[in-house]
């Protein structure tokens, strides 16, 4: 079920970039920080995006997430399975590449975020022009356990 449509401005998103990533990773294992990099992925395997918006270094709930969610091994194993993983991150300590932040701006600003954690489940495409428009299946926040997370994020996958 299609929540919502959006269309991204071509410019916006082709600052990303495949180099950056290198030169900057998520903290949480598995997680790209390249939309590019999500967007290749998710076309390779048929899988949709889940996009975790995050405040890593200031949001507690954020880290409440990560420690009883995103670092299990049950949450591993069913992200491997469902999803490609993307880390867009807004802390206030440390300092992101401009081209990330660049990114993340944008995309927070698509999806209109206006709270940390959110979380979004999405397909994209792609036109020739280079623009994005994506297809957002669900939105989630903060669950306690692994379960109920990933319970909801079933829902919004048809699983």
Do not use: H
């Not at 507690?60 to 997430?65: A, D, I, M, P, S």
């Not at 206006?114 to 979380?119: C, D, E, I």
């Amino acid at each position: 079920m299609i929540l919502r449509q959006f269309t991204l401005i071509a410019s916006l998103l082709l600052v990303a970039s495949f180099g950056f990533a290198q030169a900057y990773e998520a903290e949480n294992e598995g997680w790209l920080v390249s939309l590019d990099e999500a967007y290749e992925l998710s076309q390779e395997t048929g899988k949709p995006i889940m996009a975790n918006f995050t405040g890593s270094d200031w949001c507690g709930w954020c880290k409440r997430l990560t420690a009883t969610v995103f670092s299990k091994n049950e949450f591993q194993v069913w992200a491997e399975d469902n999803v490609v993983l993307l880390e867009l991150d807004y802390p206030k300590r440390k300092q992101l590449p401009d081209d990330i932040k660049q990114q993340n701006a944008g995309l927070q600003q698509a999806f209109k975020i206006r709270g940390y954690p959110s979380v979004w489940v999405f397909d994209l495409a792609k036109d020739a022009e280079g623009k994005y428009s994506i297809e957002a299946y669900g939105k989630s926040g903060y669950k306690p356990t692994v379960a109920e997370f990933t319970d909801e994020m079933d829902k919004f996958l048809g699983n």
